[in-house]
């Protein structure tokens, strides 16, 4: 019963699933099947851009307002999805200029980026917030899974 889990279980189930696709995405380019790689790296663009908008829209709001904290944790993954966001887009337009080695260097740069951020999330704020979430949980994890159909 996934809307019985915890806020951290649903999240990191989300994590895990971009790591696969990222993971893929890398394979494909560093094959040289630019296109596969093209195709999978924006799958998982896609849903990385579902898992913060799931945590910013939903998440971090609810958090924020049963802890009183609002430049704590959830203002420093704030800024963490900005860098994300940022090397997404250098890494698509490497892709589009059909620039496998930049776009595998950045892919590096990356995937350092994504493991420390990703391990703050699931050791440190997903614990915080299933405490302090714990009432809400349910209905935040039903509404997480909305905002991925959309």
């Known amino acids: 019963m996934e809307a019985l889990s915890a806020l951290s279980d649903f999240l990191t189930r989300d994590h895990d699933q971009c790591d696969k696709h990222f993971s893929d995405a890398e394979n494909a380019v560093a094959e040289g099947d630019l296109v596969q790689g093209r195709q999978i790296f924006h799958t998982f663009k896609q849903a990385t851009l579902v898992h913060f908008q799931r945590e910013e829209a939903l998440l971090f709001p609810a958090f924020e307002q049963r802890t009183g904290m609002q430049d704590g944790p959830t203002g420093v993954m704030r800024s963490e999805h900005d860098q994300i966001r940022d090397a997404l887009m250098a890494m698509e337009g490497a892709l589009e200029n059909g620039a496998a ?19 703050k ?10 405490q302090a979430l714990e009432h809400d949980r349910a209905e935040l994890v039903r509404s997480m899974q909305v905002l991925g159909r959309d």
């Open 121 to 130: 999330e699931e050791q440190i704020l997903y614990p915080m917030a299933d």
């Open 101 to 119: 080695g930049t776009f595998l260097n950045q892919a590096e740069a990356l995937l350092l980026m994504m493991r420390q951020h990703n391990m």
